[in-house]
T-cell receptor, first 110, second 112 residues
């Protein structure tokens, strides 16, 4: 079967660093996405990993290990506006079918 | 460049009715995917269309169907609505050869 696991909720403090983990088991692998979704809004693209290693983009970094079926999203210098759900999504084989995890709700407190 | 647009934004229906949702992709995007999002379930893939052809289909019953027109606009239809169909339905478009999807604001469907 195909499965993506993420923690349901996380809480962190403004200015801190938080790491959101994602593990996956899918039939084939063509890349992994992280999306941010604020309540009541559509998901927006954060990062894309297809090769092992770390991709850094400003305060956000994403890491991938294909052999371990594992990724994480690292958020630095947390801001209140980072309170949102973070969705891990894997592109399987057979075209562009994208499988999403249930999302991790991040609460940033002052 | 205009983003992905979806109509209507909100919809209330009763059990047994049918509904049609519309999605207009970003200009130049020919791939359109549909997702159902419910609390706790995350985004569930419904289907993907490219050049008027369905390329992939998720594990939803036959009551859920879709189509794509020659201008890449897409519609999805749900017949014989059930209470459990209440959800946010998201449409996403992408360029040929790109894995990055751009999401519309969604249609929130409530079935009473």
């Amino acid at each position: 079967g195909q499965n993506i696991d993420q923690p349901t909720e996380m809480t962190a403090t403004e200015g801190a660093i938080v790491q959101i983990n994602c593990t996956y088991q899918t039939s084939g692998f063509n890349g992994l996405f992280w999306y941010q979704q604020h309540a009541g809004e559509a998901p927006t693209f954060l990062s894309y990993n297809v090769l092992d290693g770390l991709e850094e983009k400003g305060r956000f970094s994403s890491f991938l290990s294909r052999s371990k079926g594992y990724s994480y999203l690292l958020l630095k210098e947390l801001q209140m506006k980072d309170s949102a759900s973070y969705l891990c999504a894997v592109i399987g084989t057979g075209g562009f079918k994208t499988i999403f995890g249930a999302g991790t709700r991040l609460f940033v407190k002052a | 460049k205009a983003g992905v647009t979806q109509t209507p934004r909100y919809l209330i229906k009763t059990r047994g009715q049918q509904v049609t949702l519309s999605c207009s992709p970003i200009s130049g995007h020919r791939s359109v995917s549909w997702y159902q999002q419910t609390p706790g379930q995350g985004l569930q893939f419904l289907f993907e269309y490219f050049s008027e052809t369905q390329r992939n289909k998720g594990n939803f019953p036959g009551r859920f169907s879709g189509r794509q027109f020659s201008n890449s606009r897409s519609e999805m239809n749900v017949s014989t609505l059930e209470l459990g169909d209440s959800a946010l339905y998201l449409c996403a478009s992408s360029l040929l050869g790109s894995n990055e999807q751009f999401f519309g604001p969604g249609t929130r469907l409530t079935v009473l």
